[in-house]
């Protein structure tokens, strides 16, 4: 059939999100995208919304129970009566606010989504392999770490992950973002650190008895800090073992 076609939720969800995508953008004031900061700007609002709603409807209520609650024993308290527009407004009006404030949220959730999904194109690379119980980290430059690395300030970093066991789930709580490293799979996340400090990794998914022993630890620091460190750690790579001793 032709002129009757249907537009499928996929459309529908791409619509509006190109009609949030400006609020998304000025969530990270034209600057690297910081989709962190974004995920807690977003979060503040829904927890902005449902204290309004709660308010709102909470006092609404309170102020009926009390204003027609029955006030002698045997009484039956009334409610004041309502048109048939007036009791349609008071259902449709609340329901199309609640759904339009929805699926701009979602609309928000959906640009954050596909930010954190779009990897820039200056971003470092660091391959991550997931073990039992510890996380190997390779810059692809001879520079290999365990369960730490550092990274340069306002730099976005990739992580290119697998696992050589079972699946791990590698979470950065600060960064607002997670994500598996499954055996036989190449999967990713990308984040910035904003400012110098260091900040925690985990496993988010159980993976055995020593599962809760799988801290990492992400150190950011200025560029020229990160550029000598890397440096030395070429130079640490590249240094000849020493001979082994004859006793």
């Known amino acids: 059939m032709t002129g009757n076609k249907r537009i499928g939720w996929g459309s529908l969800f791409a619509a509006l999100a190109a009609l949030a995508a400006p609020a998304a953008a000025l969530a990270s004031d034209g600057k690297l995208p910081d989709p962190a900061a974004d995920w807690n700007h977003l979060f503040g609002h829904v927890m902005v919304d449902i204290?309004?709603?709660g308010v709102v409807f909470g006092g609404w209520a309170a102020y009926m129970l009390v204003k027609y609650r029955?006030?002698?024993?045997?009484?039956?308290?009334q409610g004041p009566k309502l048109s048939v527009a007036q009791a349609i407004g008071l259902a449709v009006i609340p329901a199309v606010v609640f759904m339009a404030?929805?699926?701009?949220?979602?609309?928000?959730?959906w640009v954050l989504w596909n930010t954190q999904r779009t990897v820039p194109a200056n971003a470092i690379e660091i391959r991550l392999t997931a073990n039992q119980f510890y996380w190997d980290f390779d810059y692809g430059n001879g520079v290999t770490t365990t369960n730490e690395i550092k990274?340069?300030?306002?730099q976005p970093v990739v992580m290119r992950m697998t696992s050589n066991d079972v699946v791990h789930s590698f979470g950065i709580p600060d960064f607002r973002i997670k994500e598996d490293a499954v055996p036989g799979r190449k999967t990713f996340l990308w984040f910035v650190a904003q400012k110098p400090g260091r900040t925690l990794a985990t496993c988010g998914e159980y993976c055995g008895m020593g599962?809760?022993?799988m801290p990492a630890w992400i150190e950011a620091v200025p560029q020229a800090e990160y550029d000598a460190w890397i440096k030395s750690q070429k130079h640490a790579s590249a240094a000849p073992a020493a001979p082994a001793s004859n006793s």
């Open 101 to 109: 404030d929805d699926f701009f949220l979602a609309a928000n959730a």
């Open 70 to 77: 029955a006030t002698a024993p045997g009484q039956i308290g």
């Open 151 to 154: 990274v340069p300030v306002g």
């Open 211 to 213: 599962h809760p022993q």
């Open 51 to 53: 204290l309004i709603i």
